[in-house]
């Protein structure tokens, strides 16, 4: 075309000729604004990408007078389109990298990167990632890696292929629920702390996969499970949870691909992974000489460092891989194939260590496997599966767990552990449509191993109506099976419910008689066992709100066989009530949850255990009354959290340790650490304690409850807040946080708070306020600390014009401090201010303060000290954009030689101090914005000149 | 009708937007035209008769024509009147006839000749008239060349200080035979500040950085640029100084220095350098740039060259065009325990338009410390590491008398201020004792710029020599302009 265009031009000749006398005429007053003739812009010039690149950058700078502290961040996101169907999404997230060798790093140093092209028919991922894999029954695989991933995709097919490296282990864990415990089920053995890779975990309870944020959060940092809505699990419900944890000794590598075909009639998947410790990394990284030689030698016998050192793990190797086949025809006939193999290396580096390999297969053919069997009638259809005893069924669990341990024991009567050899299940079953919605299935299962060392056989005859008004089910259950004793049960399995209507009645029960017999051992007491379980209640469904209440009861008796007297005997009587409400309205937004169970046990007696959860908030701020109501009750096994100080330059931070009474203050001008937020005070271990906390925040405004439009009431604001937290790890159990502070001395640890306010504020410019408050507070520590504070708070402002503001403050409070030392003392501090304003923005405050406190210790000894302020602030205030002032204090601190807590006289030392305080916070730009802080103490109260300069730089794009 | 200053584009963006591809077309069209009219009927032509006034450089221009096949004076004719377009007869018109006895009649127009007045800017450029006009390489009084408007704009595209937002145009005087190039160049965002600088009084220890970058200092051309940080063993700060036209003359000077402080080997032996220099550069024609530099160290004197060709459409991610840079510093007046040295160093980018939004990048950079036998320190030496060099290695990790690289890019541009790249970069370079030889280097990784209002971010992964690529380099920039 251009060709073409170009040969055109040069036959007919045209040379490029001016033609002067049509160019416009210049006129100098286009370099006015506005005056400039417009001419169309040059497009190719100005044409942006749809590819948008946002994040941050903050730097802070801390100058003290010891040191200097540097913290710097980043995070840096790019998403959008590349062209009409490529999608580009990229992350890098950098903390805390020196300032001076910010410009690189290795892959292995930055936190967190990745770079990810899509398209309809490629995929390239670059860096961080999670593989996920559960195309197949019988193992599953699921790994966050460091790597690359392609994929490709056309027609019915797509490939994947993955290469990582990471620094986690893979755990599985099960464990039982704790009756009235909802919250903080430590995932680490021992409570001790695990850092869990986010978003890592699996969780199913009595076999059913749990969903992450509905039905659980976990606490990655520390690993702690906390179930959420009204699930909570008793003493007989099977937690089960597989998590990756970062383990920095155990480097691996992972290969994985898999494959899939997904014709309408046909899907087929392959795939397969290897995941292995990298020697290379660990000879480098990890293991001495010494090791490896050891490694080297290993023959599969004993493996014990002669050294102190920890244990040393045998680097291994796992591959699997398996083919799955799905086909169906005119959709009800369907058959699901599927084989997989497992082989491990339990010493890739010895070669006279090698591992388990073994095989596994699975089948399901049905003649129908449509729900409503509306072809015909009837369906037959023959599910097993065979599973080598060394194909490893408990790691890497796939979509089909078939084996799992909870189902074996509540379907089967089979215990996991008392499971060896080949494992065989074949089941035939049939379903019959015997009305319209009413359907009738029947089924033989039988579970053994290839031996018979044991074995078990379940047979079912149920029925379903399944109506969209009502869905009912009931099944008879035959069980018999052979392990340690001969057992045979039969079971009774009820459940309906109404599924639409404002009033939903529901009901399940579960009966069971179960016989055991012994196999010819002698001594072994026998027992009948009955065992009824039971919960039925109604759910008040409208829009906006709902009511559940339901009542459960679980029984079992049981006697023993054959014996003359055979009594039947009370083996477990629990009873079950649990309530919940949800509410949005306008006015109201309530959540609530209440759990109560009693139960005697064979054992350990009776028992209650009370759960409980409701948050509520009512009211709005132009309403005459808003507030909130939260209240939580529970065991846990969450030790306390406590405020974290990091250790920073000297002089560099904000918060300072006395000593004296042992205890951080924070907001102080010269302070060695940094908050850092809350953590988990491990020193004290995981044990488990009964939880409650309560809190309230209540605002009346009588002139709108009353239409008050003149007078006094008029400009009222009443208000206070309650807040409470308690926890009891000596076996006590908290239905409610303590209430008074001799409540809170009883238990192991909380903290205690109310508030009361008063506001007035007159439309000339007059307010007042007055608030009296107290703190308690009781932390566990390796000392008994024990901090109460009364105050009375009480301020008056009046704004006599635009310019000219007077305030005043007045405050009077008492501490009793138990901690190191017992010191008790009273503080009484008044202060007095003026405001001028001028020249838009400018602010003169001349201030002055007084405060006096007294007090003594335990052995009666006393302390008093009084503190003179005279102070000057300039500031300057525009737009919210630029704030600046400096503010100039003298001190005068007169304590006659006392030692005093710091806090009583705001840090300041005997003497004479002058402080200067400068501040500017500047916003650039709507991206960047810039502040400064600086602090200069000195007199003949400092023992030097302390200064402090703190900066910080932060830009968002 | 089609506007004059629209044909003035046209003929522009054939010349220089489309690059080499677009260029060759019409020497392709000539050749097939060649053997076109070979093949066919052979028209030659015989004789050229001239009508009108014309000079004997006319004659002998076009003289070359007679005896070739009967096109070809077409491009003979492109020549001569891009010749007087080039020299203020900017409305020079050759018309022609062949008659059939292969007889030219050429009849030359050369109308009248026209001048520069000093170049416009509609846009807001934030910079002085005066040193716009400068900035433009067009000198008022001087004959207008259509050519110097193009190789201008390119110029003033390049520079950095301005974003092109409409074509430039011309515009005549009323009264006298004067043209005014009238450009619309906005004021771009390229210069950035960042800093940071700490003391602990308890080690005495002084720790920063500072990253300044202002181009166009309050519109007169000069500029400032400051680098410097602090690493574990490592100081570095350097600077320059740009003050344009000294005393009216084409002349810049330029001050510069440079700091540095490095600890190496296993017992931490400490190296410095402190140089200042003081030179001059000036530009000659649109593309070239020389200087000459004097300058001091705390261990000798040196000279220097410096020559630089740049022809890069833009400044910021270009598409086309050719950046060259060459130095040579003679260092002498040393103590005797060193000797006087040379180093040459020399480096050179090209870019080169693919296909759609695919570009190409050759680059390739080369130095050496002469005589190869030379006593030197080995701050003396060049640094290797770091987005200037050897990408696959970290910043700045090793010294080397003498290396060589070539990197081969492909880049995906897409709209103005988005570049994804693919680079490969071999290389060699000589290593220090106790290794000996050349040693091979491999860098290949992926890159990404984008520019986005006031932002320039910059990420690339390079990995090296077939290493893990856990160990490879993640480079990363991130710059507010403004």
């Known amino acids: 075309m251009r060709l073409s265009v170009c040969l055109a031009l040069l036959a007919a000749g045209c040379a490029f000729a001016l033609d002067v006398d049509s160019l416009p005429v210049w006129n100098p007053d286009y370099l006015v604004r506005g005056n400039a003739p417009l001419y169309p812009s040059d497009t190719t010039d100005v044409s942006r990408s749809k590819l948008e690149t946002h994040g941050y950058k903050t730097m802070q700078v801390t100058v003290g007078d010891g040191g200097t502290q540097v913290d710097q961040e980043m995070r840096l996101s790019i998403q959008g389109f590349l062209t009409d169907d490529v999608y580009v999404d990229a992350l890098l997230s950098d903390v805390d990298r020196k300032a001076g060798d910010q410009t690189t790093a290795t892959l292995q140093e930055v936190d967190q990167i990745y770079f990810r092209v899509e398209s309809p028919h490629f995929l390239l991922h670059l860096g961080d990632f999670t593989w996920h894999d559960d195309s197949m029954g019988l193992f599953g695989f699921e790994r966050s890696t460091l790597g690359a991933m392609v994929g490709a995709r056309a027609g019915y097919s797509e490939v994947r292929g993955a290469v990582g490296t990471d620094e986690v282990e893979r755990y599985s864990i099960t464990f039982n629920g704790v009756r009235g415990q909802r919250e903080g089920y430590s995932l680490g053995t021992g409570g001790n702390y695990l850092s869990v890779v986010p978003g890592s975990e699996k969780v199913w309870l009595n076999g059913v996969e749990l969903v992450r944020g509905k039905d659980y959060v976990v606490n990655y940092a520390g690993g702690l499970l906390d179930f959420k809505g009204s699930l909570v699990p008793g003493n007989d419900d099977e937690i089960r949870v597989d998590y990756d944890a970062y383990d920095e000794d155990n480097v691996y590598t992972m290969y994985a691909a898999k494959a899939k075909y997904r014709h309408p009639n046909v899907h087929m998947d392959v795939s397969g992974f290897r995941l292995e410790n990298d020697v290379d990394r660990l000879k480098h990284n990890s293991w001495t000489d010494d090791d490896y030689r050891m490694l080297k030698k290993d023959d599969g016998s004993e493996f014990v460092r002669d050294d102190s050192l920890g244990q040393l793990v045998r680097p291994t190797r796992t591959d699997r891989m398996g083919a799955r086949l799905r ?79 909870y189902k074996l024991v509540d379907e089967w009567d089979l215990d996991s552990s008392g499971i060896s050899g080949n494992l065989r299940h074949d089941e035939l079953a049939l379903r019959m449509r015997l009305w319209d919605n009413l359907f009738s299935t029947v089924k033989w299962g039988y579970r053994r191993a290839d031996g018979e060392e044991w074995n078990s056989s379940r047979a079912a005859v149920g029925f379903m109506h399944d109506a969209r008004l009502v869905h009912s089910e009931l099944e008879l259950v035959r069980v018999a099976s052979v392990q340690d004793l001969e057992r045979t049960r039969y079971q009774a399995t009820a459940n309906a419910e109404y599924r639409q209507g404002l009033v939903r009645p529901f009901g399940e029960m579960d009966f069971r008689y179960t016989e055991s017999d012994s196999i010819g051992r002698k001594g072994e007491p026998l027992y009948e066992v009955g065992y ?419 900066s910080e730089a932060r830009a968002y794009f | 009708m089609i506007d004059v200053n629209e044909r003035l584009q046209m003929r522009m963006a054939r010349d220089s937007r489309a690059g080499w591809t677009l260029s060759v077309l019409p020497f392709l069209a000539v050749l097939l035209l060649a053997v076109l009219s070979h093949a066919g009927d052979k028209c030659r032509i015989a004789s050229i008769a001239w009508e009108g006034e014309h000079s004997e450089f006319d004659e002998a221009q076009m003289a070359g024509v007679v005896g070739k096949p009967c096109e070809a004076w077409l491009v003979m004719r492109d020549k001569l009147v891009g010749y007087y377009e080039n020299h203020g007869f900017v409305g020079a018109k050759l018309e022609g006839s062949l008659d059939s006895a292969g007889i030219l009649n050429l009849e030359l127009q050369r109308g009248v000749s026209y001048v520069w007045a000093g170049a416009e800017n509609l846009d807001s450029s934030g910079t002085k008239p005066e040193v716009f006009r400068k900035l433009s390489g067009i000198e008022a009084g001087e004959p207008v060349s259509l050519s110097d408007l193009e190789r201008s704009e390119r110029k003033l595209s390049r520079l950095g200080y301005f974003e092109k937002t409409a074509p430039t145009r011309l515009f005549r005087d009323p009264v006298r035979n004067r043209i005014f190039p009238v450009y619309s160049m906005r004021k771009a965002s390229v210069s950035q500040a960042e800093g940071m600088l700490t003391y602990s009084s308890e080690d005495g220890v002084w720790d920063g950085l500072v990253d300044v970058n202002l181009y166009n200092i309050a519109g007169t051309a000069r500029d400032l640029i400051l680098e410097g940080y602090t690493g574990d063993g490592s100081r570095h700060m350097s600077g320059s100084y740009k003050e344009p036209w000294v005393l009216g003359t084409n002349w810049n000077l330029v001050v510069r220095g440079r700091f540095d402080e490095e600890m190496y080997g296993d017992d931490d032996a400490v190296e410095r350098e402190i140089v200042g220099e003081l030179g001059v550069t000036r530009e000659i024609g649109f593309d070239f740039t020389v200087g000459v530099f004097l300058g001091l160290s705390e261990d000798g004197k040196l000279s220097s060259f410096e020559m630089s060709y740049v022809s890069l459409d833009r400044f910021v991610l270009p598409r086309s065009g050719w950046r060259i840079d060459g130095n040579l510093t003679w260092k002498m007046d040393r103590p005797d325990s060193l000797d006087n040295f040379l180093k040459a160093h020399a480096r050179m980018v090209k870019y080169m338009p693919l296909y759609g939004n695919f570009i190409s990048r050759f680059s390739g950079a080369a130095g050496g410390v002469f005589p190869t036998d030379a006593t030197v320190k080995r701050m003396d030496l060049f640094s290797l590491g770091g987005l200037d060099s050897f990408k696959g290695m970290q910043y700045h990790m090793l010294r080397s008398r003498s290396y060589g690289f070539s990197e081969l890019a492909v880049l995906w541009q897409d709209g103005y201020d988005l570049s994804i790249e693919v680079f490969y970069q071999p290389g060699l370079y000589r290593p220090m004792p106790p290794g000996h030889g050349w040693a091979r280097e491999q860098g290949y990784g992926l890159g990404f710029t984008q520019y986005r209002g006031n932002w320039s971010v910059n990420i690339y992964y390079a990995m090296r020599n077939g290493e893990n690529y856990l160990d490879g380099i993640v480079g990363f920039g991130l710059k507010t302009l403004f």
Not at chain 1, 378 to 395: K, Q, R, T
């Open chain 1, 327 to 405: 086909v169906q025809g005119d959709h009800r006939f369907y058959a699901d194939l599927e084989t997989a193999m497992s082989r491990k290396d339990s010493n890739t580096v010895s070669h006279k260590v090698d591992g388990p390999e073994d095989r596994a297969f699975r089948w399901y053919v049905t003649s129908d496997s449509s729900y409503g069997l509306r072809k015909f009638p009837l369906a037959i259809s023959v599910y097993g599966n065979y599973i080598g005893e060394e194909f490893g069924s408990s790691e890497f669990v796939g979509t089909d767990r078939d084996w799992n341990s």
């Open chain 1, 532 to 950: 009824g379980r039971s919960l039925g209640g109604i759910a008040l469904v409208d829009d906006g709100w709902n009511v559940r209440e339901a009542l459960g009861t679980k029984l079992a008796k049981k006697r023993e066989r054959l014996a003359a007297d055979g009594e039947w005997e009370d083996s477990l009587v629990t009873y079950v009530w649990q309530q919940s409400a949800d509410a949005n309205w306008r006015y109201l937004q309530l959540n609530h949850m209440l759990q109560y169970e009693y139960s005697k046990l064979e054992e350990e007696g009776d028992q209650d255990a009370w759960v409980g959860e409701l948050n509520a908030n009512f009211g709005n701020r132009n309403e005459c009354i808003n507030g909130s109501v939260a209240y939580k009750l529970g065991m846990t096994e969450e030790q306390t959290y406590v405020s974290v100080y990091k250790a920073v330059a000297p002089g560099t931070g904000d918060v300072r340790y006395d000593s004296l009474t042992g205890v951080f203050i924070e907001g102080v001008d010269n302070g060695n650490f940094v908050y850092e937020g809350k953590g988990r005070n491990d020193s004290v271990g995981a044990v488990l304690a009964s939880n409650s906390a309560f809190n309230a925040d209540l605002e009346f405004r009588p002139a709108s409850a009353f239409g008050i439009r003149h007078g006094f009431l008029r400009d009222i604001v009443l208000g206070g807040s309650f807040g409470s937290e308690g926890e009891d790890t000596t076996g006590h159990h908290l239905y409610f946080p303590p209430v008074t502070s001799s409540g809170l001395k009883e238990i192991t640890s909380g903290t205690l708070s109310w508030e009361g306010r008063l506001e007035w504020a007159h439309p000339r410019g007059i307010t007042a306020s007055y608030s009296p408050g107290a703190d308690y507070e009781k932390t566990l520590s390796s000392y008994s600390y024990f901090q109460e504070t009364f105050w009375h708070e009480g301020s008056l402002g009046y704004q006599m014009t635009e310019n000219h503001y007077v305030g005043a403050n007045g405050r009077l409070e008492t501490v009793d401090l138990t901690a190191l030392q017992v010191l008790n003392w009273k503080i009484r501090d008044g202060s007095l201010r003026y405001r001028y304003s001028f020249l838009d923005g400018f602010h003169v405050e001349p201030g002055v303060r007084y405060r006096y406190g007294d007090g003594h210790d335990s052995y009666g000894d006393e302390f008093d000290a009084d503190l003179k302020e005279g102070s000057l602030r300039v500031g300057y205030d525009r737009d919210d954009k630029v704030n600046a002032f400096v503010q100039f204090a003298a001190v005068q601190m007169e304590s006659g030689g006392d030692a005093i807590p710091y806090q009583m006289m705001s840090g300041y030392g005997e003497g004479r101090t002058y402080r200067l305080e400068a501040s500017l916070s500047l916003d650039l730009n709507k991206n960047v914005s810039v502040a400064c802080h600086y602090v200069l103490r000195f007199g003949d109260a400092e023992e030097n000149i302390f200064q402090k300069l703190s």
